[in-house]
C-alpha cells in the first residue's frame, strides 16, 4: 500500500486476483497481508491453520504435493475469484537428514513434489487462464542456499535450483502473452519453519549445526523482507521484468 502526492492510500493491485500457497503462517502470511494491503482480492492455502488467516482472506485446506490437491485448489480459486491474476508458490522446505546418501527415497520424492512438482501442476492448471487473458505474475519462493549443496539438504536444494529453471523456461514460453513469471530466493529468514529446521539439524546431527552467522547487512531476514520483493515483482513496478531470480538474503551468500 503506497500513497499519492496528496497523501491518499493507493491500492496497487486493486482489482486483483491472487492465490497465495502455504499463506497461514512465516513468510506466506506476511505475502498474503502485503497483497491484501495493496487491495488484491487474496485467495491462500495450507494443509491446516485456517483460524491464522487474516480477515478478509479467503482459505481453502489442500495438499498441494499431490495433483489432486493442487486440482482442488484451482478449481477453487476459479470458484472463488473467477480466475487468477496474480500466483504466488510459497510453500516449501524438507527434512534434514544426516547427509546426501542417507535421504531416502521418499525423502527425495517428498522435496520434489513439495518445492517443484505443487508449482509445476498449479502453473500447468491456472497459467492458461492468465494466458488467455494475456496478462498475469508469477512468482516461485526459490532459496538462496541453491548454490551451497549442503549435504543435509541437497534434496531440498536440487528441488529449488530446478524450480528456478522451471521458472526461466516458463517465463521465455508466457513472455508472448503478457504474462511475467519470477523467482525471489529468501535467504536465513526468521519463521517458525525456519527454527523447526534448525532444531531438527541440530537433533540428528553428529557435527556443527546450521550456519548461524549473521549476514552481512546485520541481521536475519524478516518474512516482510520477502513480502517487499514479491509485492514489487507482480506490480506495474516489475512490468519489464520477466524470467528474473531476485535474491534477498542480506549478503548472506556470496555471488559470482
Do not use: C
Not at 536440487?158 to 516458463?170: C, D, I, Q
Not at 529446521?197 to 552467522?213: F, H, K, M, V
Amino acid at each position: 500500500m503506497t500513497t499519492n502526492e496528496n497523501g491518499s492510500v493507493v491500492r496497487e493491485l486493486a482489482g486483483k486476483r491472487a492465490l497465495v500457497t502455504g499463506g497461514s503462517r512465516g513468510i506466506g502470511a506476511a505475502i498474503v497481508r502485503q497483497l491484501l494491503d495493496a487491495g488484491a482480492e487474496v485467495l491462500t492455502t495450507a494443509r491446516s491453520a485456517a483460524s491464522l488467516v487474516p480477515e478478509g482472506v479467503s482459505f481453502v485446506a489442500a495438499d498441494v504435493r499431490t495433483r489432486s490437491g493442487a486440482e482442488a485448489l484451482a478449481a477453487a480459486a476459479e470458484e472463488r475469484l473467477g480466475g487468477v491474476d496474480i500466483l504466488v508458490h510459497n510453500v516449501g522446505g524438507a527434512q534434514p537428514y544426516n547427509g546426501a546418501l542417507a535421504i531416502p527415497d521418499e525423502g527425495w520424492q517428498d522435496a520434489l513434489n513439495l518445492n517443484l512438482l505443487a508449482a509445476v501442476r498449479l502453473d500447468a492448471l491456472l497459467a492458461p487462464g492468465m494466458r488467455e487473458r494475456r496478462s498475469g505474475a508469477i512468482v516461485h519462493i526459490s532459496s538462496a542456499a541453491t548454490p551451497t549443496v549442503a549435504p543435509p539438504f541437497l534434496h531440498y536444494t536440487a528441488a529449488k535450483a530446478a524450480l528456478e529453471n522451471y521458472s526461466r523456461g516458463l517465463a521465455l514460453e508466457l513472455a508472448g502473452f503478457g504474462v511475467r513469471v519470477n523467482s525471489v530466493s529468501p535467504g536465513r529468514t526468521t519463521t517458525p519453519g525456519g527454527e523447526a529446521t534448525r532444531e531438527q539439524w541440530a537433533q540428528i546431527s553428529e557435527g556443527p549445526g546450521l550456519d548461524n552467522t549473521t549476514p552481512p547487512l546485520g541481521r536475519d531476514g524478516r518474512p516482510d523482507d520477502i513480502a517487499n520483493a514479491v509485492l514489487f515483482l507482480v506490480s506495474e513496478r516489475a512490468s519489464w521484468v520477466t524470467g528474473s531470480g531476485l535474491i534477498v538474503d542480506g549478503g548472506e551468500f556470496p555471488k559470482g
